[in-house]
């Protein structure tokens, strides 16, 4: 299984440092995640709605990361939260104490709920992910034009 992530270069890995120092809407301060998506064009929307659009970086890339399909596709052990049962799981806000202790999260997305993202805990045990490419990524002018560019 593959998803992507689209972040600054010097954040382009799977250790969670950002996250572990802020948290995020599935991780607690202190533990560390990577957010990424099912598809590029959703991570970059992902990334969108959380810049300031006048001052884009010009150092982004977007990350290929692939993950062991074993743990996304055994959800009968928990290792992967689905949308369909998603009235049955845990608020997300339950997801942040560690003893859950699930490698990978199968999450709706805020933005578009019909595509995923997956939130990966790269220090929870049966971790398995590694970084597949890196490329440059260049944002549009026309994503960015309701900021004056």
Not at 3 to 29: C, E, T
Not at 84 to 93: C, D, G, I, K, V
Request: hydrophobic share 40%; proline share 7%; net charge positive.
């Amino acid at each position: 299984m593959i998803s992507y992530r689209v972040v600054r270069q010097k954040y382009a890995d799977l250790k969670g440092y950002g996250a572990r120092l802020y948290g995020g809407r599935f991780n607690s301060p202190g533990t560390a995640a990577v957010y990424t998506s099912q598809n590029i064009a959703l991570a970059l929307l992902e990334v969108l709605v959380h810049i300031d659009k006048a001052e884009v970086p010009e150092d982004y890339v977007v990350m290929a990361i692939r993950f062991a399909r074993r743990i996304v596709n055994r959800p009968r052990e928990r290792t992967v939260l689905r949308a369909e049962s998603w009235a049955t799981q845990p608020a997300p806000e339950d997801y942040k104490r560690p003893s859950l202790n699930l490698p990978i999260l199968r999450v709706p997305s805020v933005i578009i709920p019909r595509e995923y993202n997956y939130v990966l805990f790269p220090e929870t045990g049966g971790f398995q992910a590694g970084i597949d490419w890196i490329e440059p990524l260049d944002f549009d002018s026309c994503l960015l034009a309701s900021a004056g560019r």
